[in-house]
């Protein structure tokens, strides 16, 4: 490694990373075959959810009406159920699982090449470490278990990211418009885009706004149910949903004497100022960087849980490539450290109680306040 790792005797280095790599390489593919096999057998639980609003759906019925907080509620709005139809058709179900699963071992491969891409070094040693980082992350288990969507979303902002510095704009807009098939994932990272230099970034946000417009426009025609009605009752539904196991100031939230609605858009708020103003501060920085500030932001002050953790491979791999660049043993530290939170083997339901949290802000502070020596994203 460049940096701090020059310091290191060059077999220390090489040991360290190639254990590393053997580790992840394990971590994944346990990871992998166990999220498969529940996947492609009894679980899919979220994956059934989905294919059971798509079964309304297509009887022109709002999946989001009448229901109650629980289980079975719809939480997602107008636009997704457009978005999602075709990974989630009502066909037979075991033949949708064998798809759903296909399509989550496209996205997982997208991802974990965007790292193996994007990570500043010409060693293939490093950019496997990169790509397994994000592979190895445990949410991929529960994601692909349950059939969540975490996963999908995820690998288009990673795709987009890597079309934005190519200096394109139609593929990234289409890519940015499909992510919001899950909206809490992509929502401050095209905020961010379009204050850190709307000149640049108008055409493929037009294009992202287009895709979710007309997807809502659709679901308006198919329903007879207008897009602010079904968007309100989504919010209203999700917004009630406790998760105790998870220690985010989201779920802290819910200790305030406030309607639930209420309380959710004004963390949505502060979500989107902060993703604003630490993209107007990083403007001049890494695109990389700037999506893993928006991640940690989204995952604290918004909704998620552990399967959503895939996010926060942009996390990750901005410390990875901070580690690379400059000479400060920090920013390996905090890779190290949250690579840590993220690839442990813990279950769906047990965490850190709330440490990660305070990592991952560690790490976006860090990315925040101390800018970056690399200028191979500036033209963006």
């Known amino acids: 490694m460049a940096g701090p790792i020059k310091k290191l005797a060059s077999p220390v280095v090489h040991a360290a990373s190639g254990l590393m790599i053997v580790v992840l390489a394990i971590g994944s593919l346990v990871y992998f075959v166990n999220g498969s096999s529940n996947a492609l057998g009894p679980h899919s639980e979220d994956l059934r959810l989905r294919w059971n609003e798509n079964s309304k759906f297509v009887s022109h019925l709002n999946p989001n009406a009448g229901q109650q907080p629980g289980s079975d509620a719809a939480v997602y709005p107008p636009w997704s159920y457009v978005l999602g139809f075709p990974l989630a058709p009502p066909l037979d179900f075991r033949m949708v699982k064998y798809w759903y699963w296909i399509v989550e071992c496209l996205c997982l491969i ?45 690998a288009f902002l990673a795709g987009a990211l890597l079309s934005l ?43 992202a706004a287009g895709i979710v417009i007309s997807a809502s426009l659709i679901a308006w025609w198919w ?51 902060a993703s604003i103003t630490a993209s107007l501060r990083m403007r001049k920085g890494s695109l990389v960087d700037q999506f893993a500030v928006c991640s940690v932001f989204s995952m604290l002050l918004l909704d998620h849980s552990p399967y959503d953790n895939i996010m926060l491979a942009f996390l990750v791999i901005a410390l990875m490539g901070r580690a690379l660049e400059t000479k400060s043993p920090t920013p390996l530290i905090l890779y190290l450290l949250s690579g840590i939170t993220l690839w442990l083997p813990v279950p769906p339901h047990v965490n850190l109680g709330g440490i990660e949290y305070l990592i991952w802000t560690l790490g ?10 690399s200028s191979r994203y500036s033209h963006v």
Not at 184 to 196: E, K, N, S, T
């Open 110 to 154: 997208v991802i974990c090449s965007w790292a193996y891409k994007t990570i500043p070094t010409a060693s293939i040693r490093l950019r496997w470490l990169a790509a397994l980082s994000c592979a190895a992350i445990c949410g991929n288990l529960n994601a692909i278990s349950l059939g969540q969507y975490s996963i999908i979303p995820t």
């Open 165 to 207: 510095e190519r200096g394109r704009n139609t593929t990234p807009g289409l890519l940015l418009g499909l992510s919001f098939l899950k909206p809490q994932i992509p929502i401050l990272h095209v905020a961010g885009l379009v204050f850190r230099n709307a000149r640049r970034f108008w055409r493929p946000f037009a294009l």
């Open 223 to 273: 329903t007879r149910t207008d897009p602010f009605t079904m968007l309100a009752q989504a919010a209203d539904t999700a917004s009630r949903w406790r998760r105790s196991h998870v220690h985010s100031l989201y779920f802290a939230s819910f200790a305030l004497p406030m309607k639930p609605l209420l309380r959710s858009i004004i963390l949505a708020a502060v979500a989107l100022r």
């Open 364 to 373: 976006a502070f860090y990315l925040i306040v101390v800018p970056s020596a």
